[in-house]
């Protein structure tokens, strides 16, 4: 089983329902048998939230502090690194908010460079407020990448039912098209291929590729990137030895449920893959960020001002972060175990042949 691991999450919007689906998730005693919880934030904050929800009985045992290397194995233990007089306004998107968002992602980031936490779950922040406040980055994703110094990475949406990921992340849909490359699609596969194997433990990883426009295309009737860019790509990461099939037709595809044929899905925009995960799994999605040298997770749900401090927030996919952050450590751990040649790997004497490279309506 390994050492118990440190889980640093941040509080992302304070005025959001980051705190409530946080403590919701801790709550349960058995949370601590699994993990040491580390909530980048406040104090003040944390009870503020605590005292509008009622329906949990046991007590909820905190360790306020003021570094991560002294944390209690047994506790909730939070990292004030936001000012004593914060203001909390519950369902607002504020300055303050913002800004306490960026200190707490900030302070995480410092933390598990350092060591003092094993993996990093992100509560949702409100992106354009904390663009305002002088972020300079369109998301998590992309600020993590940047911090870590890695080239490329992928969001990949995970539930026990699909892995769906993204060719292009947050960038306006009218842009899709002239970003979309050959180059680009490969570089998502190949990241996919490797993140399935060493943070899923998914041995010759089965990938299908979706086109961009109606029908793929229909022949080129109503676009051409399926024909000219999607195909070419799914081809030659079929001669690199990658699963890849497709492109498919997106509304097929998922309509008919093929996507359980599939280890995980590679859609071409953000709302065509994640539109449909959140349909069929929004209650316990999580977005992993695969390509990065930490472990970074995080619910499927923003920041939700509508119900803040309402009591009203479902804390499963942030259960499910915290249960996924650290199942992918796991694997990650019993994979570079293996490479090293500490054990024997052992390949299977036949190996899948793929068809892929064909456009499926």
Same mark, same amino acid.
């Given at each position: 089983?390994?050492?118990?691991?440190?889980?640093?999450?941040?509080?992302?919007?304070?005025?959001?329902?980051?705190?409530?689906?946080?403590?919701?998730?801790?709550?349960?005693?058995?949370?601590?048998?699994?993990?040491?919880?580390?909530?980048?934030?406040?104090?003040?904050?944390?009870?503020?939230?605590?005292?509008?929800?009622?329906?949990?009985?046991?007590?909820?045992?905190?360790?306020?502090?003021?570094?991560?290397?002294?944390?209690?194995?047994?506790?909730?233990?939070?990292?004030?690194?936001?000012?004593?007089?914060?203001?909390?306004?519950?369902?607002?998107?504020?300055?303050?908010?913002?800004?306490?968002?960026?200190?707490?992602?900030?302070?995480?980031?410092?933390?598990?460079?350092?060591?003092?936490?094993?993996?990093?779950?992100?509560?949702?922040?409100?992106?354009?407020?904390?663009?305002?406040?002088?972020?300079?980055?369109?998301?998590?994703?992309?600020?993590?990448?940047?911090?870590?110094?890695?080239?490329?990475?992928?969001?990949?949406?995970?539930?026990?039912?699909?892995?769906?990921?993204?060719?292009?992340?947050?960038?306006?849909?009218?842009?899709?098209?002239?970003?979309?490359?050959?180059?680009?699609?490969?570089?998502?596969?190949?990241?996919?291929?490797?993140?399935?194997?060493?943070?899923?433990?998914?041995?010759?990883?089965?990938?299908?590729?979706?086109?961009?426009?109606?029908?793929?295309?229909? #022949?080129?009737?109503?676009?051409?990137?399926?024909?000219?860019?999607?195909?070419?790509?799914?081809?030659?990461?079929? #001669?690199?030895?990658?699963?890849?099939?497709?492109?498919?037709?997106?509304?097929?595809?998922?309509?008919? #449920?093929?996507?359980?044929?599939?280890?995980?899905?590679?859609?071409?925009?953000?709302?065509?893959?994640?539109?449909?995960?959140?349909?069929?799994?929004?209650?316990?999605?999580?977005?992993?960020?695969?390509?990065?040298?930490?472990?970074?997770?995080?619910?499927?749900? #923003?920041?939700?001002?509508?119900?803040?401090?309402?009591?009203?927030?479902?804390?499963?996919?942030?259960?499910?972060?915290?249960?996924?952050?650290?199942?992918?450590?796991?694997?990650?751990?019993?994979?570079?175990?293996?490479?090293?040649?500490?054990?024997?790997?052992?390949?299977?004497?036949?190996?899948?042949?793929?068809?892929?490279?064909?456009?499926?309506?």
């Amino acid at each position: 089983m390994g050492k118990k691991l440190t889980v640093g999450i941040t509080q992302g919007d304070g005025n959001g329902i980051g705190y409530e689906v946080i403590i919701k998730a801790l709550a349960d005693e058995r949370m601590l048998d699994l993990c040491t919880p580390v909530i980048y934030g406040s104090s003040k904050i944390f009870g503020f939230y605590r005292k509008q929800i009622h329906n949990i009985d046991q007590p909820v045992n905190t360790n306020v502090i003021t570094s991560a290397q002294d944390v209690h194995p047994k506790r909730i233990n939070i990292v004030n690194c936001l000012p004593d007089n914060i203001f909390v306004e519950p369902g607002q998107a504020t300055p303050e908010s913002a800004k306490s968002a960026m200190t707490s992602l900030q302070r995480a980031v410092e933390d598990i460079r350092d060591g003092y936490i094993d993996v990093l779950v992100t509560a949702p922040i409100n992106k354009r407020a904390m663009v305002n406040e002088g972020f300079g980055y369109t998301g998590h994703t992309e600020y993590l990448q940047e911090q870590f110094g890695v080239d490329d990475v992928v969001m990949i949406m995970v539930s026990d039912r699909l892995k769906v990921a993204v060719a292009t992340g947050h960038i306006p849909l009218k842009d899709v098209p002239s970003v979309l490359t050959k180059d680009l699609i490969l570089r998502k596969l190949r990241l996919m291929k490797s993140s399935l194997e060493r943070d899923f433990g998914i041995n010759s990883p089965k990938i299908a590729v979706l086109g961009l426009n109606p029908h793929c295309g229909d #022949g080129g009737l109503l676009g051409d990137e399926e024909q000219q860019i999607i195909l070419p790509a799914v081809q030659e990461a079929v #001669g690199e030895g990658i699963n890849a099939f497709g492109p498919y037709s997106p509304d097929g595809f998922f309509g008919l #449920g093929n996507y359980s044929r599939y280890d995980a899905i590679l859609a071409m925009y953000h709302d065509q893959g994640l539109t449909p995960f959140k349909a069929i799994a929004f209650e316990d999605g999580v977005n992993f960020t695969a390509g990065l040298p930490i472990v970074r997770t995080s619910p499927d749900h #923003g920041t939700a001002y509508e119900m803040a401090g309402r009591d009203m927030a479902d804390p499963q996919s942030m259960m499910s972060s915290i249960y996924t952050a650290i199942d992918i450590y796991r694997h990650r751990e019993a994979y570079d175990e293996l490479v090293a040649g500490k054990m024997d790997i052992k390949m299977p004497d036949t190996e899948i042949k793929p068809k892929g490279g064909r456009i499926i309506e």
